[in-house]
C-alpha cells in the first residue's frame, strides 16, 4: 500500500494511510466475515445476522452483515471525502497546503521550533575513545575502524 502512494505522489511520511485506511477496512470487513453469533446476541439481543463464515456453519451464507460491513466502509469514504476536500482546497487556496520546499528540505523543526530536533553532528572523539576503551577492558580487545593488528 506504501508503493502505491509513493507511485501516486502522496507524501505520507509515517505511512498513516496505511495503518488506519487499510487497517480500519480490514478490521470493518473482518467484523462481517467473523463476528461471533454469542458476541452478537450480547451486544444486540439476536443472532439473526452474524459472520459470513458462521452464516456457512449454519448452513445460510447470508452476508447481509458483510454487506452492510461493506457500505459501512463506503459511507465512511465518502464522508470522510465530502468533509474534508473543502479543507484542504481552502488550504490549498489560502497556500498554508504545503511548506515552502526549503524548509521541507531543512526540517520544520528548525524552521518552526528554531531548533533541531536531532543532534547531527556525531559524538565526541574522547567519548568514542573512552567507550572502546571500557569495552576493551570488559570484553578483551577492541580493534578501532582502520586499526590493524
Given at each position: 500500500?506504501?508503493?502505491?502512494?509513493?507511485?501516486?505522489?502522496?507524501?505520507?511520511?509515517?505511512?498513516?494511510?496505511?495503518?488506519?485506511?487499510?487497517?480500519?477496512?480490514?478490521?470493518?470487513?473482518?467484523?462481517?466475515?467473523?463476528a461471533?453469533?454469542?458476541?452478537?446476541?450480547?451486544?444486540?439481543?439476536?443472532?439473526?445476522?452474524?459472520?459470513?463464515?458462521?452464516?456457512?456453519?449454519?448452513?445460510?451464507?447470508?452476508?447481509?452483515?458483510?454487506?452492510?460491513?461493506?457500505?459501512?466502509?463506503?459511507?465512511?469514504?465518502?464522508?470522510?471525502?465530502?468533509?474534508?476536500?473543502?479543507?484542504?482546497?481552502?488550504?490549498?487556496?489560502?497556500?498554508?497546503f504545503?511548506?515552502?520546499?526549503?524548509?521541507?528540505?531543512?526540517?520544520?523543526?528548525?524552521?518552526?521550533?528554531?531548533?533541531s530536533?536531532?543532534?547531527?553532528?556525531?559524538?565526541?572523539?574522547?567519548?568514542?575513545?573512552?567507550?572502546?576503551?571500557?569495552?576493551?577492558?570488559?570484553?578483551?580487545?577492541?580493534?578501532?575502524?582502520?586499526?590493524?593488528?
Open positions: 500500500f506504501s508503493a502505491l502512494l509513493v507511485k501516486l505522489k502522496i507524501d505520507d511520511a509515517v505511512d498513516a494511510i496505511p495503518v488506519h485506511f487499510a487497517n480500519g477496512i480490514w478490521g470493518c470487513i473482518a467484523v462481517g466475515l467473523f461471533e453469533p454469542s458476541k452478537i446476541d450480547i451486544s444486540y439481543g439476536n443472532t439473526m445476522h452474524v459472520g459470513w463464515f458462521y452464516s456457512w456453519g449454519r448452513g445460510s451464507g447470508d452476508a447481509t452483515l458483510l454487506g452492510i460491513q461493506c457500505l459501512g466502509i463506503l459511507w465512511i469514504i465518502g464522508w470522510c471525502t465530502m468533509v474534508m476536500t473543502p479543507f484542504f482546497t481552502l488550504l490549498k487556496a489560502a497556500g498554508m504545503r511548506v515552502d520546499p526549503l524548509e521541507e528540505e531543512v526540517g520544520l523543526d528548525i524552521s518552526h521550533h528554531k531548533g530536533a536531532y543532534d547531527l553532528t556525531g559524538p565526541d572523539q574522547s567519548h568514542v575513545d573512552k567507550l572502546i576503551a571500557e569495552r576493551a577492558s570488559q570484553h578483551g580487545a577492541v580493534e578501532k575502524e582502520g586499526e590493524e593488528e
